[in-house]
């Protein structure tokens, strides 16, 4: 299968569907680090999940907005 946007070729439907997702132009921005974005929630579960929980405690950095623990549990 190949993307109609790009030369990106998948072996499944359902893989070209979610690549699909990044020519949408919606991004979903890291709240820890704010220089990563993302548009797809895996990949942003992924990376936030990837920090450590030191990181996380720390008082300077931006707490998760409850809902964004909503959406990333999906």
Known sequence: FKCPEC???????HDLKRHG?????ERIP?????????????ALRRHVNS??????DNPRMPQLHPDLH????R
Not at 51 to 56: C, G, H, Q, S
Not at 70 to 73: E, N, S
């Open 30 to 42: 890291c709240p820890y680090c704010h220089d990563h974005d993302f548009s797809r929630k895996d």
């Open 7 to 13: 030369t990106k070729t998948c072996s499944r439907f």
């Open 51 to 56: 920090k450590n929980i030191e990181e996380r």
């Open 21 to 25: 997702k990044i020519h949408l132009g």
């Open 70 to 73: 909503q959406y990333l549990k």
